[in-house]
């Protein structure tokens, strides 16, 4: 499956992005789909991730409250809304798909390019 991941851009501290992660190839219904941001000098992490049923949903500490990740298996599309943003929010944001929700990047088979999200102070 291919993970295509846009909608990222430069937004003020308190903002809001809406990020799509779009898929072809193969139907994104039968995985689970996570969002990972990694900034400059640090490790990718795990953001928000959802199951392929979309009952049941991950995030991480930094994010609860302000985040909310989302799927329409109809439109082969999950979405990843940041609300609140924070300057440390700012990094290249990943979709990522399998068959499982994990919190490890090396879990995850297909990728997405990635998308920056940068929020100004």
């Known amino acids: 499956v291919q993970l295509q991941a846009f909608g990222g851009g430069l937004v003020q501290a308190g903002g809001s992005l809406r990020l799509s992660c779009a898929a072809s190839?193969?139907?994104?219904?039968?995985?689970?789909v996570a969002w990972f941001r990694q900034a400059p000098g640090l490790e990718r992490e795990l953001v928000a991730a959802?199951?392929?049923?979309?009952?049941?949903?991950y995030y991480a500490d930094s994010v609860k409250g302000r985040f909310t990740i989302s799927r329409v298996n109809a439109w082969n599309t999950v979405y990843l809304q940041m609300n609140n943003l924070k300057p440390e929010d700012t990094a290249v944001y990943y979709c990522?798909?399998?068959?499982?929700?994990?919190?490890?990047?090396?879990?995850?088979?297909?990728w997405g390019q990635g998308t920056q999200v940068t929020v100004s102070s």
């Open positions: 990522a798909a399998d068959k499982t929700i994990a919190t490890i990047p090396g879990e995850y088979a297909y």
């Open positions: 190839g193969r139907t994104l219904r039968n995985y689970a």
């Open positions: 959802i199951t392929w049923s979309g009952d049941s949903t």
